[in-house]
Structure formats: C-alpha cells, structure tokens
C-alpha cells in the first residue's frame, strides 16, 4: 500500500513541474516596454528583483548571487554588481522604462541609484522609497522596580 501513495505523490509533483516550466517560458517569451525594479538594501545583503507591471518576477538577483561572500555582500560595489547583471538580463524582455522602488538602510540604496543614473540605458520614470516605517512602535516595557 505505501508504495502506491509514493508514486502518486511523485505524479503530481512532475505535473507541477511541467506547469512551472510553462509559465516560466511563457512569460520570457513576452516583451515589456516598462517594468518595476525594486531594490531591498539590507545591512547584510543587497536583493534586485524586475518585475513586469503586473508584479510577476522576471528576474532577479543579489550580491550573494553575483559571487560575493561574507562581510563583502553588503560593500557598495556588491550592490553594483548585481544590478548590473540583474539588467543585462531584464534587456531580453525588452524593458525601456523602470520604476525604481528601493526599501532598507544598507550600502546598497545610494549604489544602485549612482548606477541607474550613470547608464543611461534604461529610462527611470519613477523613484520611490517603501521602507516601513513604524507609527509609534510597540509597547515598552513596563518600569523596573527596584
């Protein structure tokens, strides 16, 4: 009996792969004139993600992507790296216009903005800052008796 609940469970998870695959051709297939960048710049890690204007991923990256190791993930320079190679391949899309929607405090914000305005590749429609900030936070704790 255990044998047969096996190879049903490793059916569906082939025919998830088979639709996984054809979503993600049929999306690479399409050509976009704008799309969304949206950079998370984390004090030890930078993540670049383009999206369509939908909000469906088309590519992304981070400066663990781009090679970097350790202390050296959150230098400025790592931040560059992987928007670069993040937008060489947002160019197969076909994607002119980017909006720009940056969240965090890292190294990574000020070095992504310095490289979207040297290359003039892409034209930036928009820059926007979404990181959460907190309305008053949470509750303190309660005085210390002593």
């Not at 960048?37 to 984390?42: C, D, F, G, R, S």
């Not at 980017?98 to 040297?118: E, N």
């Not at 930036?124 to 210390?144: F, L, Y």
């Amino acid at each position: 009996m255990p044998k047969t609940n096996s190879v049903k469970q490793k059916s569906t998870t082939i025919k998830n792969k088979k639709s996984a695959s054809k979503n993600k051709a049929s999306i690479q297939n399409k050509n976009f004139a704008a799309g969304r960048l949206y950079v998370k710049a984390t004090f030890n890690n930078t993540i670049i993600t383009v999206t369509d204007p939908k909000g469906n991923v088309l590519c992304w990256s981070s400066a663990g992507n781009a090679g970097f190791k350790g202390s050296r993930k959150s230098t400025p320079y790592a931040a560059t790296t992987a928007i670069e190679k993040v937008l060489n391949s947002a160019k197969n899309y076909g994607i002119r216009k980017l909006s720009v929607y940056i969240q965090g405090p890292g190294l990574g914000r000020d070095a992504t903005l310095r490289y979207l305005r040297a290359k003039r590749d892409f034209e930036v429609e928009q820059i926007a800052d979404i990181t959460p900030i907190p309305h008053n936070g949470p509750r303190p704790p309660k005085q210390r008796k002593v």
